[in-house]
């Protein structure tokens, strides 16, 4: 059975997840909150095995989310490729399209239709199956079944009240069953339908296949519409009665109270929620027979088939489509006394007409069976514990926290949203307590990382101004020491220059040094030919002294005198020789050392002409190195300068920033 419906009902594109139609849906799991997608959007998808396609949520949805499948475009498909097809018609179709009903007909007609049957006739036959089994089988108190929303309700979520359904089939297969087992009728049966859930009874295998086609009036007029659908005038071929007024909300109690009086108490109950809460609240009553009631008369539609499932929403703005049916109903009912449909008969009479007109049909073949489909929509109650974790996952962690029962998320209370949970209809984050406490948490958090960015904010504004205040100082002291090498370079410059002066003067000392020293070699070599001179003069002298001594000698005592000046001759003569010798050994030392500060003193001039060029190229480089350092110094301040204004801006920044985290 699973999956057999599962196409019928679908969530389209527009869906924004507002949870209203989970609100809306009485068949818990029909709606399913998916979990959200990564750009946080979420959307609510439709199990069609639990779905009853009631169209609650058609109603509820403000995005026009919904959408449904049916036969419609199959049918027509069929019909192309020359299928036969009979055309079973629901009543509320004249009473919605009253001036489109006869041509439309008229394009089916000209489509292929072969037969037009109207299901006011199969609620004829209804009537009369309810009434015949009630009184066959003292049936008291059961609930009604033409709408297959009821009986998918029961069948799938409450199968207790299986047996309370009435086994009578509806209009529409009783039309069928009559089209085929009294008619004859061979090919297959559409049914033109206000009601999207009729699919599923068309396709319920209870029902033996009577019917082939759901074609809903919502997509039976858009395709006719598009496709330009159109013929002469062409109506239904039978006659029925009070059938025709089943669409409208009790249309079932005022035919049987038409066939059996007012003395009988039918219970009318519309609306979904409605309708499923008077069977929660009413299941024990009903399943005991305990009720006043000859039968419940239960629809799911709150306006009646009149305004189904699968009508023009606009249609059922106004009352339009009910005058319709009660104009129908008055020309329905007649004069004849003898009628089912006599306005001068008695209940009593009418109800014999009516079991005269169908006296041939064999009520077995009008009757049904229901499937407890309950299996396939399973429903775990969560233990205490399962219920604490879930609740506890959910943030809700008080009493007074499990019962705020908000209805945002779509079930009525905090204990449903938590079961829904428990069997995967639904997730914790689709609960805006539990999303509040995260926002909440979230917030707090923001709010300590606020704070503690403010607070790294001004760690870091205080260190960055620190460093910045740091190399600020590093630059003035780099400054300072840029302006000293400054100093120091100029100072090192005029110094190279007084060294370069006195290194020249230095230059030319030696320079006169050296040309001394050619004096005084000069003068040396002049005294040396002086002493040479003197030498020669004492060896004269002495030769002098030694003939004075031979003449002394000669003259004897006489020349003692002579004698003694010949001596002293002889000595001066001596001592000059000793002394010109001696001069000239020490002008031969003097000669030697002055020659030895001669080559000196070219070396140091040598040198000295080095150091000089050195000296000026110092002075030169000095001078560049000035230079440089004052374009350094420039430059340093400038960056100190810019480092200031950086600091300046930084702090700004942090400034900003920090009132930026704070708003």
């Known amino acids: 059975m699973a999956g057999e419906f599962a196409s019928l009902v679908y969530t389209n594109d527009s869906c924004v997840g507002c ?6 849906c009485s068949a818990m799991g029909a709606c399913i909150s998916a979990e959200p997608k990564e750009d946080g959007t979420s959307r609510i998808e439709v199990d069609g095995v639990r779905c009853i396609a009631c169209g609650a949520c058609f109603d509820a949805c403000e995005h026009n989310a919904r959408e449904f499948n049916d036969d419609t475009e199959r049918f027509f498909e069929d019909l192309k490729a020359g299928v036969p097809v009979s ?80 086994p009578v089939q509806s209009p529409m297969m009783c039309g069928a069953i009559y089209a085929k087992k009294e008619m004859g009728v061979k090919e297959r049966l559409a049914f033109i339908s206000p009601c999207i859930a009729k699919k599923m009874e068309i396709d319920d295998p ?19 519409k598009e496709h330009n659908i159109s013929g002469p005038a062409c109506t239904d071929e039978i006659e029925y009665g009070l059938g025709s007024i089943y669409p409208m909300p009790g249309g079932l109690k005022d035919n049987v109270y038409w066939l059996l009086g007012e003395s009988v108490f039918i219970r009318q109950i519309e609306g979904e929620k409605r309708m499923y809460h008077f069977l929660k609240e009413n299941r024990d009553r009903i399943l005991g027979k305990k009720t006043p009631f000859l039968f419940i008369d239960a629809l799911i539609c709150e306006s009646g088939c009149i305004c189904g499932t699968a009508t023009d929403p606009k249609l059922s703005e106004t009352d339009d489509a009910l005058y319709n049916l009660l104009y129908i109903r008055e020309r329905v009912k007649n004069e004849k006394k003898k009628d089912a449909w006599s306005k001068r008969a008695t209940p009593a009479q009418r109800l014999a007409a009516l079991n005269k007109q169908f006296a041939k049909l064999n009520l077995s073949d009008y009757l049904r069976k229901y499937t407890d489909r309950s299996k396939d929509c399973p429903i775990a109650k969560p233990s205490n514990e399962e219920l604490n974790r879930i609740f506890l996952s959910m943030d809700k962690i008080t009493d007074a926290d499990r019962s705020i029962n908000c209805s945002c998320c779509g079930y009525e209370t905090c204990t449903e949203m938590a079961t829904a949970i428990h069997n995967g209809f639904n997730h914790k984050e689709n609960c805006v307590h539990y999303l509040k406490h995260k926002v909440e948490e979230e917030r707090a958090a923001a709010n300590a990382l606020v704070e503690r960015e403010k607070g790294l904010l001004d760690e870091q504004r205080n260190a960055l101004l620190e460093t910045l205040s740091g190399v600020n100082e590093h630059f003035e002291t780099l400054r300072q020491n ?3 090498m400054a100093n120091g370079n100029n100072a090192n410059a ?59 000698a000669r003259a004897g005592e006489a020349g003692k005198g002579f004698a003694v000046v010949a001596s002293q001759i002889n000595e001066l003569a001596a001592s000059s020789r000793e002394t010109a010798e001696g001069s000239s050994e020490n002008n031969k030392e003097i000669k030697t050392a002055i020659d030895g500060i001669v080559e000196e003193t070219k070396n140091l001039l040598q040198i000295v002409a080095g150091v000089n060029t050195r000296t000026q190229n110092l002075a030169a480089s000095s001078q560049q190195i000035s230079a440089s350092t004052s374009l350094i110094l420039d430059t340093v301040e400038q960056v100190s ?23």
């Open 19 to 24: 949870n209203k139609c989970i609100n809306a």
């Open 494 to 552: 005029e110094e190279s220059t007084g060294i370069s002066h006195d290194v020249g003067n230095v230059e030319e000392f030696c320079e006169t040094l050296d040309k001394s020293m050619e004096g005084i070699i000069a003068s040396l070599a002049e005294l040396s030919g002086n002493n040479d001179k003197v030498v020669k003069i004492a060896t004269q002298t002495n030769l002098l002294a030694l003939n004075a001594s031979i003449e002394a």
């Open 482 to 484: 840029i302006r000293d």
């Open 206 to 224: 209870n029902n033996h296949g009577y019917i082939s086609y759901n074609v809903t009036f919502d997509h039976l007029m858009k395709y006719v």
């Open 87 to 166: 055309v079973l018609i629901a009543p509320a179709f004249l009473a919605n399209y009253p001036k489109e009903y006869e041509s439309v007909l008229g394009g089916l007609k000209a489509c292929g239709v072969k037969r037009f049957i109207s299901i006011s006739f199969g609620a004829d036959i209804t009537t009369w199956a309810y009434i015949k089994y009630i009184t066959e089988n003292n049936y008291l108190g059961g609930i009604s079944q033409p709408c297959p929303a009821v009986v998918g309700y029961i069948e799938r979520y409450m199968p207790e009240l299986i047996p309370q359904l009435f």
């Open 641 to 663: 300068n810019e480092l200031n204004e950086l600091a300046a801006q930084s702090k700004s920044t942090l400034e900003e920033t920090a009132v930026a985290i704070e708003e």
